[in-house]
């Protein structure tokens, strides 16, 4: 394994080790996915089989927008602590002390909350459609697995998730306060939700065409969030909570 | 933070004190490459401090904060095993096994570090930083906030670090543990005021002398001290006209001045209680230089 993979691996590691043993962190990524879970749920099985099939189109649409911000809300929250919360615990000085470069130790938190945002939310993409296609009326259960907002539902997750990690990420790196970066974090990571909630009320279109165009879209903003993220990460910065007085400061960026 | 400028010999133990604000810890984050210098130029390690070096630097080195660190929710196995990989450490297993040895903590691996007293927590922050193997250690504060127990064990394990080769930079606050500790201290005030030996810079700034007391006071002390071999003045210092007397003789070698002294003070038929080496400590030192440059009087 090479020395990057072996620092990023071990960023994941202990991420995940610690999040598994925190309990705010385990409640917070609980909290969010039920309720984006029960209340899209409720409403798909509330809708009559007579209703008219424009309405019950819609109501569809509806229950199928909701789970979409388990992907955003988890990771933000996740991602606005990374940072702060360690430099709060006295944690970030000795990391920043070792040769791990900023974009290694960005890509390890990164991957950390990426991977159980992603996993909870296609867990609770899987529940909801399999609690429709059981307990909600056969036309209903229809409606629901032939949305084009499913597939794109699914395609957004990841994008959405990234986005929600970077512009955590961002602000973590700068905030004094976890708190305050929790609720700056989720407002930073909403605007790609609304245009996702345009196409799922079908304001825009959802068609293939616009999916794909939206999710490419969608794709180069998250690369170029890592990268702006990444070079804006300053260890001086970090330590200090100022910003650096010379050019000759130490970014944690490339081999430096 | 100006006009700093010194070196350290592989193997030495170099303590770096001052107040509040004097710039110790800015020294040693300088050095450690997190924040950069303003002006000048270092060698650490021996490489140029710089950007280019910045990585390499920081594996030939390690830093233990005033505050442990410590993920709280790992174990300290854990928490080693993050910073054997963040250094992208061969042997792991084996490093990690040493550091806690090196420490005493092998018993404690598996605990939590949340659950450890403040000073074993310190103990797995000093593990921490032997896992390297560093050429040179940055310890700043390492006994901040610790009981005379747990210090004395840190102390030890810094004693230790001595006999291992490692080069040792210690910030403290605690004379004692400089003077104990280091080879030798430099003193910072924003810009450094001294730098030296602990006995070298006692010699420096205070002259040496013998502390006399006699059972009662001399008749004729003048005629007892002065014209003795390295005898450069004297002064009585305390007592009364009955009771045990005390006198100041300051020499310019005690060794030399204190047979002569003792022999013309039985000469004189004095009862003497005690000749002693009056000794500075190294807190005079500090508090003569830093007061100094405060603008205080003594």
Known sequence: ?256 | MADVSFSVARGEVFGFLGPNGAGKTTTVRILGTLIAPTAGSAVVAGLPLSPANAAEIRQRISIMPEAPGLYRRLTVTENLDYFARLYGLPQREQRINQALAAVGLADRAHDLTGSLSKGLRQRAALARTLLNDPEVMFLDEPTSGLDPVAAHEVHGLIASLRDRGVTVFLTTHRLDEAERLCDRVAIMNTHLRTIGRPDDLRRALFSRSLAVITAAPLAQPGQVFTGQPAVQAWQAVDGSDTGPAGYLVTVSDPAQAAPAVTRALVAAGADVLSITESRHTLEDVYLELVEDTEGRTR
């Open chain 1, 1 to 256: 394994m090479s020395m990057s993979a072996t620092r990023i691996g071990a960023v994941i590691r202990k991420e995940l080790a610690e999040f598994s043993r925190n309990r705010f962190i385990l409640t917070t990524t609980a909290i969010f996915p039920i309720v984006f879970l029960v209340s899209p749920t409720a409403q798909i099985l509330s809708i009559k089989a007579s209703e008219l099939s424009t309405v019950l189109q819609k109501r569809v649409e509806t229950g199928l927008f909701l789970p979409l911000l388990i992907p955003v809300f988890v990771p933000a929250i996740l991602s606005a602590y990374a940072v702060v919360g360690e430099r709060e615990q006295g944690t970030l000085e000795p990391v920043l002390t070792t040769p791990v470069t900023g974009l290694h130790f960005l890509l390890g938190k990164a991957a950390a909350i990426f991977v159980p945002a992603i996993g909870i939310s296609y867990l609770m993409f899987g529940i909801f459609v399999a609690i429709t296609q059981f307990a909600a009326a056969p036309a209903v259960a229809t409606a629901v697995l032939h949305a084009p907002q499913l597939p794109a539902a699914l395609v957004f997750v990841p994008l959405l998730a990234a986005w929600a990690i970077w512009v955590g990420l961002a602000i973590s790196a700068r905030a004094t306060d976890t708190r305050v970066a929790q609720q700056l974090s989720i407002l930073g990571s909403l605007p790609p939700v609304a245009v996702t909630a345009l196409m799922s009320f079908d304001v825009i279109p959802p068609t293939f065409t616009v999916a794909v165009a939206l999710a490419g879209g969608l794709l180069v903003i998250d690369g170029l969030a890592c990268f702006v993220v990444a070079q804006a990460f300053d260890r001086e910065r970090l330590i200090t909570g100022t910003k650096p007085t010379t050019e000759q400061h130490y970014r944690v960026r490339g081999a430096s």
